[in-house]
Every structure is written in C-alpha cells, then in structure tokens.
C-alpha cells in the first residue's frame, strides 16, 4: 500500500515509516522538522545523536535498497501539503505530525496557542485534502489516551453506551483531558468523526498511552537510523526518563504520590499498532477508534520496577517524590479497555526485565550526552 507518514521524522514516526517500509509497504515521510527547531529552542537534545533527515532515508536505502520519499514542509500551509498528496497519491496517510508535549503546552499562552493552532489546523488541512482529492484514503490518526482524563468508570474504546431517562444511546466517549495538547486531540478527534459523518471518510483514531523503548528491528540496524530518545523535563516521557536517569545516578523524578496510572506500549507495538490499522481500514464514513496501549502502571509502580532492574546491574537508584508540577488527582480509578487491537493480531510485547536492562543499557551508552539541567521539570499548570 502507499503510506503517507506525517510525523516521519519523529520518535514514533520514524521507527513506523522504517517498519512499515521494511514489511513491503511504499512509503513516504512528510514532516517539517519543527521538533528539532523545538529542541534548540528549549536548548535540550535527545539522548540519542539523529542524523538528519536525508542521511537517514540514504542509509535505509543503502541498507534495504528500499526507498523512501521524503516531503519537508509543514502542514499547517495548505498548498504544500496537497502538492506532496497530489505527488506521491497515498492510499493511507499516518498522522503522526503534533506538538506532543503536555508541559510544552502549558507553559504559556504562546506555547498553548502554538500547540492547539499546529495541531487543530493541520488535521483539518489533511481532512479536506482528503475530501478534495482522495475520497477513499484511509486516514490513521494518533490520538491519546489521555483524551479520556481518569474518570472513575472503565474507560472504553472510543464510545459509550448510555440508558438516560428510558432511552438509549452509543456515544462519543467523555473527554476530560489534562493539558492543552490533550486537549487539542480532542478537538481533532471531534473534526474527524464530523468530516466522516458529513463527507463519507474513513479514519481510525489509536487513542495511544505512553510509549516506551528505543529499538526497534529497523532502527537499531545501523548508527545512522537510530531513534530519539527525549529525556528532558519537556519532551522525555515517564518510563523512558526514568531509565536515563537511573543510568547517570540522578534520583527518580517521581510527580506527587506517583498514583497516576496510565495505559503504557512498548515502541515496538507502536508500529505493529500502526500496520494493524493500515491494513485493515475502516469503512467509508466510519470514525474507529482503537486504545493503543499493552499495559496499565501506576508511576510509582514503574519507578519501582526501574529501581529494582537498575540495582539488578549494579546501578544505586533512589526515588524522589518531588512537588506534582501538574494538576492531577494523587490517586485514581483507571481501567480502560482495549482489546479490538489485540482481536486484529496485535500480540504485546509486554514490559520484562529483559527489555528494562537493555533500556538501561542503551541509556549508559549514551549517558554523556545528558544534559543535567533539563531533567527537572521547570513547568508549572498553576504558577
Ligand atoms: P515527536 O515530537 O517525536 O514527532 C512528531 C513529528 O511531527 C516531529 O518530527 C515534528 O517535526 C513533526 N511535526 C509536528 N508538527 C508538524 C507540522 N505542522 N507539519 C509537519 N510535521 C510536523 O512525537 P512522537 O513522540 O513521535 O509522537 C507522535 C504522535 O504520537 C503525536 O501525535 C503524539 O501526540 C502521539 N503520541 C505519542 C506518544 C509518546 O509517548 N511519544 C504517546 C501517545 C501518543
Ligand atoms: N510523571 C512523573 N515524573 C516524570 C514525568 C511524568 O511523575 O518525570 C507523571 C506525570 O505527572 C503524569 C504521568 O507521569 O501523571 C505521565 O506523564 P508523561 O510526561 O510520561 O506523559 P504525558 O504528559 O501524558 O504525555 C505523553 C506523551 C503524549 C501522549 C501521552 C499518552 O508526551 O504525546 O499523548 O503520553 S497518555 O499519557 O496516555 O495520554
């Protein structure tokens, strides 16, 4: 199939474009690099050292003697993005092309704008060039898990059937989300389920937990491709963060009690998550929408579970519960379904051991190139 990534230069969107390529898929990345503008602004690098762009895609050329297009342009501007479409004519576009980052979102009304303006007009741009000019693609968006909040009834896929009053319904999930980034998915997610009511299209919406690991087969083939890995207190998620920290034997950045539980994948689901989607597509006027996550942990529980693999190595790990810079409930239910991924093939690879010790282990390799100052969290909800 010809896929479109929107996002391919990115941690999730790098390794699906490698993958998706690797499985005999055409493949084309569009992205405008605005993440690595984003870092220098922050003065913050991945732990990892990318090469650009362009280095990259040579590489897995010269590795798989597969080619991949590449589009460097943002999405935000309406005329480059279907030029690329009208180019490379794709039969599913992956959309992995956001401002991502919760605290970058809030740290003030510049970033909040930035982030909802980035993300809402660029989906909507997508939805109408899809309308304009290919009516059939299948557009695979990456929403969040954190659209649902942590209300305190399960959390299902997408939709809810409700009795009121005698009647009955199925309905839109509630949403009660946590940040303005949150937020601007939620937003997506309303414009896409109303373009497929009102035009006919076909979208899947992976509302996807927090991902976790860096290799991937593809990405770990040669120096050249090797993924991001954020770690700062901005863009580093909590597993992820938790691991370099271990290694370079700064304490675990626990936020409050650490009794917020999110649903957690493994980057290498990620991918296989993507595929699923791609090749089973949704129906023309159907707005699907998956949980992309394994398993569900509390905070204070993968803290735990990295101390424990990082003293396994020899490594003193301590756990600091420091101030919550977020407002967030100490404690919660959380228990959110997700089994249609899983009913279309998806077998988890689940958190071990095995993967904590080769995430340390990745982390210690690169543990010079961390930057000390950018593992607090200088962003405040509330200030
Ligand atoms: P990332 O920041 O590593 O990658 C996003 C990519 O999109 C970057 O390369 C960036 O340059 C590009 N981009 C952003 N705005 C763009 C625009 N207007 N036009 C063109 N390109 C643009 O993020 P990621 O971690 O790979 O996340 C990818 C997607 O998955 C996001 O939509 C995110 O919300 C979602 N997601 C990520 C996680 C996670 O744990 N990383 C979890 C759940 C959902
Ligand atoms: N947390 C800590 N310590 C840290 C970092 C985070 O305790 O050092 C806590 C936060 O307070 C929060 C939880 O861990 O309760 C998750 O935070 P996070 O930064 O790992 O993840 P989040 O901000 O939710 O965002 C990430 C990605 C985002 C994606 C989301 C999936 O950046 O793109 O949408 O995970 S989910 O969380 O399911 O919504």
């Not at 922050?42 to 762009?53: D, F, G, K, R």
């Not at 979102?105 to 060039?129: C, F, K, P, W």
């Not at 980057?267 to 791609?278: H, M, N, P, Y």
């Not at 689940?350 to 982390?363: G, K, T, V």
């Amino acid at each position: 199939m010809r896929v479109l990534v929107i996002g391919g230069d990115g941690y999730c969107g790098w390794a699906t474009a490698l993958y998706l390529s690797n499985q005999g898929h055409d493949v084309a990345i569009l992205d405008s690099l605005v993440r690595r503008h984003w870092d220098m602004e922050l003065c913050v690098e991945t732990l990892t050292p990318i090469a650009p762009i362009q280095a990259r895609l040579q590489r897995w050329q010269d590795l798989t003697g597969k080619s991949i297009d590449l589009f460097v342009g943002d999405i935000n501007n309406y005329t480059f993005l279907k030029d690329a479409m009208l180019k490379f004519e794709p039969e599913a576009v992956v959309h992995f092309g956001e401002q991502r980052s919760a605290p970058f979102s809030m740290i003030d009304r510049e970033h909040a704008v930035l982030t909802q303006v980035n993300n809402v007009v660029g989906t909507l741009n997508l939805l109408y060039v899809i309308r304009e000019h290919f009516p059939n693609c299948h557009l695979v968006k990456l929403g969040t898990m954190g659209e649902y909040g942590t209300p305190n009834i399960d959390i299902e896929e997408g939709y809810i059937t409700i009795e009121h009053n005698g009647r009955k319904d199925t309905l839109p999930y509630p949403k009660q989300p946590g940040s303005f980034y949150h937020l601007s998915k939620v937003h997506d997610s309303h414009n896409i389920h109303f373009a497929c009511k009102i035009w006919g299209l076909r979208a899947t919406d992976l509302n996807q937990g927090i991902v976790y690991g860096v290799l991937t087969e593809e990405t770990g083939m040669d120096e050249l491709l090797i993924n991001r890995l954020d770690y700062d207190g901005v863009f580093g998620t909590a597993l992820n963060r938790f691991c370099i920290q271990a290694a370079i034997g700064h304490p675990l950045t626990v936020y409050g009690k650490g009794g917020q539980t999110r649903g957690l994948l493994d980057i290498r689901d990620t991918v296989r998550c993507i595929e699923i989607a791609v090749n089973n597509p949704a129906n023309p006027g159907e707005f699907r929408v998956f949980n992309q996550f394994t398993e569900m942990f509390s905070i204070a529980d993968l803290a735990m579970m990295v101390k424990k693999a990082g003293n396994a190595m020899g490594l003193s790990v301590e756990v600091n519960n420091l101030e919550n810079p977020r407002v967030e409930l100490e404690e919660h239910y959380f228990n959110a379904k997700n089994t249609k991924l899983k009913d279309l093939g998806l077998e988890p690879h689940y958190l071990s051991d095995s993967l904590l010790d080769s995430l340390l282990n990745f982390a210690v390799k690169y543990k010079t190139r961390v930057d000390e100052k950018q593992i607090l969290p200088k962003v405040k909800w509330n200030k």
